[in-house]
């Protein structure tokens, strides 16, 4: 089925997601999600900065090949700083299980006069 063909309005009451936005398309499974590489900052090296409550995540799209993690801290001091990927799919998981219980705040900029899509998040 074409994807024209399948494209959905789904009015913003109907789903948390959609908030932003009076309508949003809904799409079927085969589409590529959007990566991002998250610069992400502790304040100590514990599990080499792979891990453990960060003080500050900040997150870019980028190309799916990309993203490369890193296996080892960068800087010398605090604040120690890691990279991790992640797909717009399963981020906002990633971010809940970094910060626990921990009282965290995710805040997401989009392209302007673009409806929240997706695709034109920056």
């Not at 001091?77 to 998981?93: E, F, H, Q, R, V």
């Amino acid at each position: 089925m074409p994807q024209d063909e399948f494209d959905r309005k789904l009015p913003a009451a109907d789903g948390t997601s959609n908030a932003c936005t009076s309508d949003a398309k809904v799409y079927g499974s085969g589409t590529t999600p959007l990566y991002l590489s998250s610069t992400v900052n502790y304040d100590t090296k514990t599990n080499s900065c792979k891990s453990g409550l960060p003080s500050l995540v900040n997150s870019a799209v980028v190309a799916v090949d990309v993203c490369s993690a890193t296996t080892d801290c960068t800087n010398q001091a605090a604040p120690y700083t890691g990279t991790s990927c992640s797909s717009t799919l399963t981020y906002k998981d990633d971010m809940a299980s970094a910060f626990g219980s921990n009282p965290y705040l995710i805040v997401e900029a989009y392209s302007a006069g673009q409806s929240c899509a997706a695709d034109k998040l920056t």
